[in-house]
């Protein structure tokens, strides 16, 4: 089964290694560059999993989770985060989100 | 007023019956003597003003006697009498430093009293003269006196000045504290304060009266006094008491007593008077300075400390980006090496993926160096800094902060500016500063738009927040130290960032606009490696 990922990561070699690492996993992946696009694209494609990056300009990955529940609630979102802050962490779990 | 006394000389009795009765008239008191020995026994035992001399005596001549009272009193005044009216008299005179010659037989007592009149005259005038030319050289002393701050160096010149212009050899400065007298500076033979009783009390004493005190090992005087000088081998001494707020200082000259050192006179009294009360202020000085040098450098201490403090605070809030600048990159970098590792790979893909991971990890060692430099305390090398590389570097790190906040960072950038030659940490620490100060101005959100551009001489870069900007009453403030808006910061900030760009030459200011919020304008000028 080809699920649709959606990657959202501003930092291009990140985002680059990430989708490519999962489209030879077999999935579709496609990427975008802030949370806005990530945004706008989850209103316009079916979208089953978000893997969005935790700290990035503009809208941030939280954001992201809670516009995301909002406009689409069957999407799972997977928070990425580079640093284990326990308080990152409570956060992202009262949005229930996968970590 | 005073009456003059006199000292008449003459193994005539009847001249010398006659000197004593006209002058005594005239209102001076006079001793008159025919024993010429008697006579300098006289001088040992009192003070004259005037010595009034027959030069031709049988047993003594007379300008043997000149010469024993002019050292026994130097500053009296003589005046010859003689029956021998030749030019070799005169000129004889003239050389042993009198004041006035008188013919016998004198044909009224007028002719005694104006020539005695002005004998004490032409003394006192000289007297008044070498007074002057003894200060002369004073100011000269004083100036380079005062322009020694260092305490040790300047007891050193105390001392040689003293030396030189009063022409002893035996100097010595003394203290006086709560009743104790204690040496601070000495050369030669002096008063040994700190083992005898005797020395410490008459130090002592002149501190308590306050007035000068002359000794003479010879002549009238107080004996105790005399009799301490002469133990020590001084023929003459001079102590000078300066009291100044809580410090008492006596200042100590002697001279030897061997017959070529002459006591001490008026004009010495009179220079070592005004030499003394400069030395005392001077040392004064001296101690100012120290206590202000010492001062400046626990200043600059703390200075110094409170620039770390600072960083340090900064440093808290950033340990979070830090942690994402350096796990990303390694994450990209693991990723790439999976892909580049897969063996169903093409030769190109895996270049590719090859090329990126090395990329990210040049990225990292950037980072990373640049990061090193921000802490390494006291790495203060001026080199060519790229300011917009450090400013992409600081919005990086403090990216996630502020899109927590949701501040929205706009930039209007060149694609260049010239480099500038600054120190890497502090134009960091500026930006840091800066940036986080936006950031805590705009509690709800905002932009903080951050425009640069090259001028002729520097780099100009304007940090614009849209938050709650600063009242005006507190815009002449905000760059004192302590001067905070906020909880938790230590107040420095802008402190330590005006600081740092006043040492690089530049500017930095609060910019006054129309709209809310706060605008700061830093200028950095191009510099050079020094």
Known sequence: MRSHILVVDDEPVARQSLTDILRLEGYTVNSVPNGQAAVEYVRTHPVELVIVDLRMPGMDGLEVVQV???????????????????ESAIQALRLRIHD | MESISVLVVDDEPGIALLCDRVLSRAGYDVIAETNPHRAIQRLQDQQFDLLVVDIRMPEVDGFDVISRAQMIQPDIAVLVMTGFGTVETAIRALRQGVDGLLLKPFQKSDELLQTVRQALDDNQRKRDTARVAALRPLFEVTETLFAETDRDRLLELITSAIRDHLKCSNVAYYQVEDGTVSVVARRGNVLDVENSQAAAQLVGQVDADGTPFVINATGP?????????????????????VARANLHSVLFAARDAISTDRPFRG?????????????VVAMENARLYADLRDYIRRVEDSQQALLRAEKMAAAG?????????????????????HLAGREDMPVEKRREYFALAEKELDRLMKTMQRMLDFYRP????????????????????TA????????????DLPDRLPLIYAVSSQIQQIFFNLILNALDAMPSGGTLTISARALDNGVEITFRDSGLGIPPDRRNNIFEPFFSTKEGG?????????????????????????????????????????
């Open chain 2, 490 to 530: 230590t107040g420095l900030g802008l402190t330590v960032s005006y600081n740092i760009v006043t040492a690089h030459g530049g500017t930095l200011d609060l910019v006054d606009e129309q709209e809310p919020g706060a605008s700061f304008r830093l200028f950095l000028p191009l510099g050079d490696k020094q």
């Open chain 2, 378 to 397: 006291g790495s203060i090398k001026i080199q060519q800094v790229d300011v917009l590389d450090l400013l992409h570097h600081v919005l990086s790190l």
């Open chain 2, 400 to 411: 996630q902060q502020l899109g927590q906040r949701k501040i929205d960072v706009r930039t």
């Open chain 2, 317 to 337: 809030r950033l340990t979070a980006s830090i942690a994402h600048e350096v796990n990303n990159p390694l994450q990209s970098v693991q990723n790439c090496l």
């Open chain 1, 68 to 86: 995301v529940n909002q406009i689409s609630p069957e999407t799972e979102v997977i928070l990425l985060t580079a640093f284990g802050s326990t």
């Open chain 2, 221 to 241: 005087g107080e004996a105790e006094a005399q009799a301490l000088l002469s133990s020590l081998g001084l023929g003459s001494a001079i102590l000078i008491p």
């Open chain 2, 267 to 279: 004009a010495d009294l009179e220079m070592f008077f005004v030499l003394s009360r400069q030395a």
